[in-house]
């Protein structure tokens, strides 16, 4: 039994007498979550003035650079601390060998240049992995029938520095390769990006919350088969204590378990267990929920969104991404 358990009974105990006033139950509150705790996933897209909706997730637009930058500019001084990047990227430039990856002009590398001149206080998250750029949707490159894994993380790592010489802060790799972020790590510490960190998705499991995502970057149409090859099967939670321990091993500064609600169970573990930062995704189909019920006003939109929030914090996350984040600063404000 726990410590925090009372040793004194009831009535002399009353749990409910700290519940009284809303001044006692903040003074009592045990989880708190500030703006500081939220990190922005946005989708780029090519040209200028572009504001595209993404139908299967209310409220969330694919931005070109130039309203990208505004929109970074607008989360900073909501007092959001960074922003996850994602692009959309042309069919054509969709390859075998996700050449366009590491091309230093593709549209993350301008993204990142251009917001890092005209915000530059606000921290820039890079994902890595192939998916945006492969001609068939897999986080790798595919021969035989297969993903193969060391041939991909040669191409991770060449996309990881690419990023880091546009200046990103911090590599993300998503694409649940073995020995990506060693490879990665060494890599940057080879061409001085020493500060550049790596926040790694030790925890990504295979899972049909990406439903919506790949709506939004457009790679679910024509994805071949399922990931179940390199992301995690939901059934295990050990598993997932020894990709992060790998993962801290091989030099992740942060780890991410991916999705975010139906895994609060590993989030704990994670944090209880290595005492790193870990930060939960609260993935696009968990948006989706919410806002579709939301929608239909079968549930309270700001109240589910805080609670959805602090039930991330106090299962142990330090932060979490998404992308509800700069209506959730606005409601934090209040
Ligand atoms: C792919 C990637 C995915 C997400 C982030 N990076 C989708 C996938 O693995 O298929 C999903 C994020 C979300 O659903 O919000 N590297």
Same mark, same amino acid.
């Not at 549209?107 to 992995?129: K, N, T, Y």
């Not at 945006?132 to 520095?161: C, F, K, M, W």
């Not at 790799?173 to 790596?198: F, N, Q, Y």
């Given at each position: 039994?726990?410590?925090?358990?009372?040793?004194?009974?009831?009535?002399? #105990?009353?749990?409910?007498? #700290?519940?009284?006033?809303?001044?006692?139950?903040? +003074?009592?509150?045990?989880?708190?979550? @500030?703006?500081?705790?939220?990190v922005w996933p946005v989708f780029l897209v090519?040209?200028? =003035?572009?504001?595209?909706?993404v139908?299967?997730m209310?409220?969330v637009e694919r931005m070109? !650079?130039?309203?990208m930058?505004? &929109?970074?500019?607008?989360?900073? %001084?909501? =007092?959001?601390?960074?922003l996850a990047l994602f692009p959309l990227v042309?069919?054509?430039?969709?390859?075998? /060998?996700?050449?366009?990856a590491? #091309?230093?002009?593709n549209l993350m590398? $301008?993204a990142i240049?251009?917001?890092?001149?005209?915000?530059?206080?606000?921290?820039l998250v890079g994902d890595v992995a +192939?998916d945006p750029y492969?001609?068939?949707?897999?986080d =790798?490159?595919?021969?035989?029938?297969?993903?193969?894994? /060391?041939?991909?993380?040669?191409?991770?790592?060449?996309?990881?520095? @690419?990023m880091?010489?546009?200046?990103v802060?911090?590599?993300a790799?998503s694409?649940?390769?073995?020995? $990506?972020?060693?490879?990665? $790590?060494?890599?940057?510490?080879?061409?001085?990006?020493?500060?550049?960190?790596?926040?790694?998705y030790?925890?990504?499991?295979?899972?049909?919350?990406y439903?919506p995502f790949r709506d939004a970057v457009n790679t679910?149409?024509?994805?071949?088969?399922?990931?179940?090859?390199?992301?995690?099967?939901?059934?295990?939670?050990?598993?997932?204590?020894?990709?992060?321990?790998?993962?801290?091993?091989?030099?992740? /500064?942060?780890?991410?378990?991916?999705?975010?609600?139906?895994?609060?169970?590993? !989030?704990?573990?994670?944090?209880?267990?290595?005492?790193?930062?870990?930060?939960?995704y609260?993935v696009s =189909?968990?948006?989706?929920?919410?806002?579709?019920?939301?929608?239909?006003?079968?549930? %309270? #939109?700001?109240?589910?969104?805080?609670?959805?929030?602090?039930?991330?914090?106090?299962?142990?996350? %330090?932060?979490?991404l998404?992308y &509800?984040?700069?209506?959730?600063?606005?409601? +934090?404000?209040?």
């Amino acid at each position: 039994m726990s410590p925090s358990v009372p040793a004194v009974a009831y009535p002399r #105990n009353r749990l409910r007498r #700290n519940r009284t006033d809303e001044w006692c139950r903040r +003074l009592v509150a045990e989880t708190t979550l @500030t703006t500081a705790d939220l990190v922005w996933p946005v989708f780029l897209v090519e040209g200028t =003035g572009q504001r595209q909706p993404v139908a299967s997730m209310p409220g969330v637009e694919r931005m070109s !650079i130039d309203l990208m930058v505004d &929109a970074a500019a607008a989360a900073a %001084d909501l =007092g959001i601390p960074a922003l996850a990047l994602f692009p959309l990227v042309p069919s054509e430039r969709h390859t075998d /060998d996700a050449a366009e990856a590491y #091309n230093p002009d593709n549209l993350m590398c $301008r993204a990142i240049r251009a917001i890092r001149a005209a915000v530059p206080g606000i921290g820039l998250v890079g994902d890595v992995a +192939l998916d945006p750029y492969t001609s068939h949707g897999h986080d =790798g490159l595919y021969r035989d029938g297969r993903i193969v894994n /060391d041939e991909t993380v040669a191409v991770l790592v060449r996309q990881a520095l @690419t990023m880091a010489d546009a200046g990103v802060d911090v590599v993300a790799p998503s694409d649940m390769m073995d020995g $990506r972020v060693g490879a990665v $790590r060494d890599a940057l510490e080879a061409a001085g990006h020493d500060t550049v960190k790596i926040c790694a998705y030790a925890a990504k499991y295979a899972s049909a919350f990406y439903g919506p995502f790949r709506d939004a970057v457009n790679t679910g149409g024509f994805l071949k088969g399922d990931k179940r090859t390199y992301q995690m099967n939901p059934a295990n939670g050990r598993e997932a204590e020894r990709e992060v321990a790998l993962d801290i091993s091989e030099g992740a /500064d942060m780890v991410i378990v991916k999705p975010g609600l139906p895994y609060l169970d590993i !989030i704990h573990r994670v944090k209880e267990r290595f005492g790193v930062p870990v930060f939960a995704y609260h993935v696009s =189909g968990e948006y989706a929920m919410l806002k579709a019920a939301a929608e239909r006003g079968w549930l %309270d #939109n700001d109240r589910t969104l805080i609670e959805t929030l602090v039930g991330f914090k106090r299962a142990g996350a %330090d932060a979490v991404l998404t992308y &509800a984040a700069p209506e959730a600063a606005r409601l +934090l404000a209040r």
